[in-house]
């Protein structure tokens, strides 16, 4: 290996310094020797009883010999300061190297502070967004809070609006005139092609009609050539979008010229896997009716299946009562078709994935809950156990779990009741 220049110099600089140390000795011990021998010959002639006369000769070498050891004490001397020199010089560079690696230390301990405080400021950044996160989702929160207290709020104005119509009617007498047009919405509800099924007293039972069991007639045509429908639908997208729009029942009918009468429709080009009725309990709410028909007569087409949509239409001026309403459904939808699958539809409650197929559970074991997640509550899970909305169930389960209750009046109550009952011996899935 080469050796670096700075070793070479330490090297010259040692060498140097011994080459001078042993020239010293030298000339030391030499001057000694003559200052010996000087001293004995002075000895000797005083020693002796005739003493001898000093050459003058000698003197001249004693005085000569005196003038080179002066000389080469000075340059000893200067020799000696050389060296010191040259040593004050070494340590000069030693300490400036010294102060060069401290000032390298001590960059480098600048740099490390540098980073740290980079470091905390990338912290300060990440928990500043972490922050401003939550604050987002709190935001959102409060938002959603105030959807909800905003429909509570449209749901207690409409109650009084009405509660002011109905006395509004009663002092002016238009009770007569609202009954006419419940009736011409019942007929326009026929008309349209939609089954609705008018119940006046839910304490007596409830006949099959003479218009249902006309209709039955047309929907038993059998479908005997057909192939099976694919287990997976071709034309379905995913995420739809809802049209909120309140159409008119002309403009909806105007649109599915293809239903049958009474709501109902099956693919012409495969038989489908399922016969699907959709059981709607409702009461006073006209515009979401209509919503929901636009809405799902072409979801459920989209899916291939063989349905139809009964609207169970509760009559009078006494408490909601949806348990009785949705079991009047399942057994007028039964008795006019051979249904294998009931779906429990709320009016006001839309699909936003066609992927999400209204079909019931191959599973005996299994019924499915199709709205499990939804818009007003900001997509997440109303609570544990909840039902609600819309519930897919076959005839068979129905018949063992003994369908609803029918002692819950007024809203809410009765799918709770349904999950927690000793009689239902099922698991609700989401799939």
């Known amino acids: 290996m080469a050796v670096k220049p700075f070793i070479k110099v330490l090297i010259f600089v040692f060498s140097a310094l011994f080459a001078a140390y042993f020239f010293r000795e030298f000339i030391i011990s030499r ?48 020799e ?36 740290k405080k980079e470091e905390k400021k990338e912290e300060k950044k990440k928990e500043e967004k972490k922050e401003e996160k939550k604050k987002e989702e709190k935001k959102e929160e409060r938002k959603e809070e105030k959807k909800v207290e905003r429909k509570k709020d449209e749901k207690k104005e409409k109650k009084d609006e009405k509660k002011e119509v109905r006395k509004e009617e009663k002092k002016d007498g238009k009770k007569e005139e609202k009954k006419e047009e419940k009736k011409q919405v019942k007929e326009d509800l026929v008309n349209n092609k939609t089954t609705t ?73 495969c038989k489908s896997r399922q016969k699907v009725a959709i059981v709607v309990p409702y009461r006073n709410r006209e515009p979401h009716l209509r919503t929901f028909l636009h809405n799902i007569h072409r979801f459920l087409q989209k899916q291939q299946l063989d349905y139809a949509i009964f609207v169970v239409e509760q009559m009078g001026n006494f408490a909601f009562n949806k ?65 609600g909305g819309v519930l897919a169930l076959t005839v068979e389960q129905l018949r063992k779990v003994n369908g609803y209750s029918n002692d819950f009046w007024g809203w809410g109550g009765e799918d709770d009741d349904f999950n927690t009952s000793e009689d239902s011996q099922y698991e609700f899935s989401e799939k």
């Open 80 to 115: 000696g300061k050389k060296e010191e020199k040259k040593e004050e010089k070494k340590e000069e560079k030693k300490e400036e190297k010294k102060e060069e690696k401290k000032k390298k230390e001590e960059k480098k301990e600048e740099k490390k502070e540098e980073k």
């Open 323 to 387: 348990g009785r309403l949705t079991n009047i459904g399942v057994l007028e939808a039964i008795r006019v078709y051979p249904f294998d699958c009931i779906i429990f539809h709320d009016v006001d409650t839309y699909p936003e994935n066609d992927n999400m197929l209204y079909r019931c559970s191959t599973d005996p074991k299994y019924t499915k809950h199709l709205s499990v997640y939804l818009e007003r509550i900001g997509y997440k899970e109303y609570y544990p156990g909840f039902i």
């Open 197 to 269: 099924i008018p119940i006046n007293n839910l304490l007596k039972g409830n006949n099959t009609g003479p218009q249902l069991i006309e209709i039955a007639k047309i929907w038993r045509v059998h479908q005997d050539n057909l192939t099976l429908c694919p287990e997976k639908p071709p034309n379905l997208k995913g995420k739809i979008d809802v049209d909120m729009r309140s159409l008119k029942l002309e403009e909806i009918e105007e649109e599915y010229k293809d239903l049958w009468p009474g709501g109902h429709w099956r693919p012409k080009e």
């Open 31 to 78: 001057e000694s020797a003559k200052i010996t021998q000087f001293s004995r010959l002075i000895k000797w002639q005083m020693d002796s009883d005739t003493p001898k006369k000093v050459e003058d000769g000698d003197k001249i070498k004693l005085l000569k010999d005196n003038k080179e050891n002066k000389g080469e004490k000075k340059e000893e001397k200067k």
